[in-house]
C-alpha cells in the first residue's frame, strides 16, 4: 500500500468522526434544546460529556490507524519469510554444486522439496532448479566411448550409479508441477515415476528407463531408443486420450 492512498485512507477516517460528531450535535440540538427535555438532556446540559464526544469523533481515525500497524507488520513478517526462503533456495543451489559431496545434494533437494510444498510460489523456481541439475549432471553421451563405459556399468549393475540424479527425478514426479524440461539428458536406467504431464524429454537417451504415472502430452522427439524401456505408463496414457 502507497503513502498516497494510506493518507487518504486516513482522511477518510477522519472525515467519518467528523460526521458522526456532526450527528450527535445534530441529536442534541434536535432533542435536548425542547421546552420541556428529559432528565438525560438535562444532565447533558448541565455536564456536558466532552471527553464522550471527543472519543466519538476519534474512534474511526483511531481504528483505521490500528489497522494500517497491523498491515505494516504483517507486510514485514511477509517480507521476513521471502527473504529467509530466498537465502535458503541459495543455500541449496551452492549445495548442489558440490559434486564431491553427495549427501549435500541430497539434502539440498530435500530441502527444496519441502520449500516447494510450504512456501508459495516457489514450486516453479525448485521445478526449474531441479530440472537444470539433472540436465547438467546427466547430459546425454558426447562420445562413443561414454556409451560403452556406461553400457558396461548398466549391465553390472542393471543401472547407472547415480542416486543423486534419481532422487530429483524422484521429486520431479512428485511435485507434479508441469513444464519439466529434461531435454537431451541421459535418462538410461532411470525411474521417472509420478506426474510428468507435458514434460520435454526431447533427445533425451531412455534405453532400460522405467515410465510410471501420468506422461499426458510428452514430448518424445529425438529420443534414439526405448530398448528394453518399461513404457506401459505411455501406453496408458495414449488410451485415456
Known amino acids: 500500500m502507497t503513502r498516497t492512498k ?16 456532526a450527528g450527535c450535535g445534530w441529536l442534541y440540538w434536535h432533542f435536548c434544546t425542547v421546552a420541556q427535555p428529559c432528565g438525560l438532556c438535562v444532565a447533558i446540559n448541565n455536564q456536558p460529556p466532552w471527553t464522550l464526544v471527543g472519543a466519538i469523533a476519534a474512534a474511526p481515525a483511531v481504528w483505521w490507524t490500528w489497522v494500517l500497524r497491523t498491515q505494516h507488520k504483517d507486510d514485514d513478517n511477509q517480507l521476513a ?35 516447494a510444498r510450504e512456501a508459495s510460489g516457489t514450486v516453479e523456481t ?30 553390472e549393475s542393471g543401472h547407472l550409479p547415480d542416486l543423486v540424479s ?12 508441469g513444464g519439466v524440461n529434461l531435454a537431451k539428458c541421459d535418462l538410461r536406467a532411470m525411474l521417472l515415476q509420478g506426474l510428468f504431464d507435458g514434460a520435454d524429454f526431447f533427445g533425451s537417451y531412455m534405453d532400460r528407463a522405467t515410465l510410471r504415472g501420468s506422461f499426458k502430452r510428452v514430448d518424445f522427439r529425438g529420443v534414439p531408443d526405448f530398448a ?9 496414457a495414449d488410451l485415456a486420450e
Do not use: N
Not at 549432471?137 to 563405459?149: I, L, N, Q, W, Y
Open 81 to 115: 519469510r521471502d527473504q529467509h526462503v530466498s537465502e535458503q533456495l541459495i543455500e541449496c543451489l551452492a549445495l548442489l554444486q558440490k559434486k564431491d559431496e553427495p549427501h549435500s545434494q541430497l539434502g539440498a533437494i530435500y530441502v527444496l522439496e519441502r520449500l
Open 166 to 177: 534419481q532422487t530429483a527425478l524422484d521429486v520431479l514426479g512428485r511435485l507434479g508441477s
Open 6 to 21: 494510506r493518507v487518504w485512507q486516513l482522511f477518510l477516517a477522519a472525515s467519518v468522526g467528523v460526521a458522526l460528531l
Open 228 to 236: 528394453h524401456a518399461d513404457v506401459s505408463a505411455l501406453l496408458a
Open 126 to 155: 525448485v521445478r526449474d532448479v531441479l530440472c537444470a541439475f539433472v540436465r547438467t549432471r546427466r547430459p546425454v553421451p558426447v562420445t562413443h566411448d561414454d556409451m560403452v563405459a556406461d553400457e558396461e556399468a548398466i549391465a
